[in-house]
């Protein structure tokens, strides 16, 4: 292996914890390189609203909602459980100072109404998530523009990105094109193969990596921060850690994310804890097998291989996919809904698809009759009629006796409809349909053990200088909570930015 380069910091990974971590490591005026295995940079961040959970900074502020660090404190003292809470603190203490610190920059964000995820005190109406405004692609530089992963119904077509880039595109572009301004270097295809400690072997002194011509290694005087996305794309460390879901069905850029510097950490001692388990969604199921990102029902009820309900439908993205995970007969379930939006999905879904391509694939079903629906999808008939029927009384009462659909500010942030219960459609219009819905997941959540610093920690708990980790390599400051909407960026960006803070100090 010969030695190719010597950079002060390398950030392996090029997500939004990994693009914060590596612009404030340039400019604060260190060698810094990024390492992308994939040709492309943003991974999973690229796919996503490029919402952002950083409580208490000017941004909200400036919106005037009644957001603050004490809220946030609040809020996430009654929802979180087992939490660090030096961690929690050392996340609700920097959040306002990367906020400043990135508009400081030129990363201009604005608050993005999103209701959070848990009736808790400390919520704040409309949430406090913020985002990045969105940005021209003729205003990148053209190294940049080339490089930032298009959003995920256009990448897994195979097309580019749009002229305007938005939500989590437009966050990867700001942070690269300020990261490269600053100095930076981006590489794209290499892929980490391990770490390189010193000759004492107790310090991380850079990384390994394979390039078509054959193995290189880089070098780190100051540091290696590890921000690479969690093992999603590994189907035997999914299985081996209790991962629900598939490999198939995660919102992950394909072919990535199998979690090589995760392992590699952990060859050198590393402590990780993998309890968090995943970002879960339910996910449409598409032709092809893959899954996609769904919320934001609008009407409709899904049911279980049994033909019931099991849970409220309106429910936080994860929160339902934890309930998805709960019993084998949901994995896969069926949803029903009827004609009033002409036979589209009355939700959100990324990508959708072409419903006559779902039809043709049996991935959806159509039927005159929820009998013949029935039939169609395996489910016991006199079941789903029944379940269909209680639905509707419910949607006439305005009340869901069942789940309490509709009672919480999430249920209702999506819906439309007109009834004594927004949240509440009734499913009456044939013909009917029936989409096959999977586990998805937005990344795992378990990862590397880290301090209030960033700093990976051994079983012992003592630190492996010169090693840091963030984003879904490492485990997440919320446990198996997801707060609210843009809550994995959020975490990632401050413990990368943490991270920095730390090795600018060794």
């Not at 009654?78 to 203490?93: G, N, P, Q, T, W």
């Not at 201009?108 to 949430?127: C, N």
Request: proline share 7%.
């Amino acid at each position: 292996m010969t030695q190719t380069q010597q950079y002060d910091v390398i950030v392996v990974g090029s997500g939004g914890g990994a693009m914060t971590g590596a612009l404030l490591a340039a400019r604060a005026g260190l060698r810094t390189v990024v390492v992308e295995k994939t040709p492309l940079i943003g991974g999973t961040s690229a796919y996503s609203g490029g919402a952002c959970w950083l409580p208490g900074s000017a941004v909200q502020q400036r919106a005037g909602i009644p957001d603050s660090t004490d809220g946030a404190r609040s809020y996430l003292g009654a929802i979180l459980e087992s939490a660090d809470e030096a961690k929690v603190e050392a996340f609700l203490a920097h959040s306002p100072e990367l906020v400043a610190e990135l508009e400081e920059a030129g990363l201009p964000f604005e608050w993005l109404p999103f209701a959070e995820y848990y009736d808790a005190p400390g919520r704040v109406p409309m949430g406090r998530s913020i985002q990045p405004l969105n940005v021209k692609r003729g205003e990148l530089p053209a190294d940049v523009a080339s490089l930032v992963r298009p959003p995920v119904e256009r990448d897994r077509a195979g097309e580019g990105g749009r002229n305007t880039l938005s939500g989590g595109q437009a966050l990867i572009a700001r942070l690269a094109t300020l990261y490269v301004e600053a100095g930076g270097e981006l590489r794209t295809n290499l892929p980490v193969t391990g770490l390189v400690l010193s000759e004492s072997g107790d310090r991380v002194v850079g990384v390994a990596a394979m390039t078509p011509e054959g193995p290189i290694s880089l070098g780190a005087s100051r540091g290696v921060l590890v921000a690479a996305g969690g093992f999603e794309g590994n189907a035997e460390l999914r299985s081996k850690r209790g991962v629900p879901g598939d490999v198939a069905w995660t919102m992950a850029p394909r072919a990535t994310n199998t979690g090589e510097p995760i392992e590699a950490a952990i060859a050198i001692g590393a402590a990780a804890d993998f309890s968090g388990v995943g970002w879960f969604c339910p996910g449409l199921a598409q032709p092809d097998g893959g899954g996609s990102f769904t919320l934001g029902f609008r009407s409709g009820l899904m049911v279980d291989a049994h033909g019931r309900r099991y849970a409220n439908e309106c429910l936080p993205y994860d929160r339902f996919g934890r309930e998805m995970a709960q019993a084998p007969e949901r994995i896969p379930s069926w949803f029903v809904f009827d004609s009033r939006e002409g036979g589209r999905l009355p939700a959100i879904a990324m990508p959708e698809g072409d419903p006559a391509e779902h039809l043709a694939a049996g991935t959806w079903v159509q039927a005159d009759t929820l009998e013949e629906l029935a039939a169609a999808t395996g489910v016991p008939g006199s079941v789903l009629v029944e379940q269909v029927e209680r639905f509707n009384v419910f949607c006439e009462k305005g009340v869901d006796e069942d789940f309490g659909r509709g009672e919480d500010e999430y249920d209702t942030f999506f819906a439309g409809g007109t009834g004594p219960n927004k949240a509440l459609t009734p499913c009456d219009q044939p013909p009917y349909y029936a989409a096959r819905f999977v586990l998805s997941d937005l990344g795992t959540k378990g990862g590397l053990v880290t301090d209030p610093a960033g700093r990976v920690l051994r079983e012992d708990g003592s630190t492996i200088a010169g090693l840091y980790a963030s984003s879904n390599s490492a485990a997440s400051v919320f446990g198996g909570v997801y707060p609210g909407p843009g809550a994995p960026l959020g975490s990632a960006m401050v413990f990368a930015s943490l991270a920095v803070r730390d090795l600018l100090g060794s």
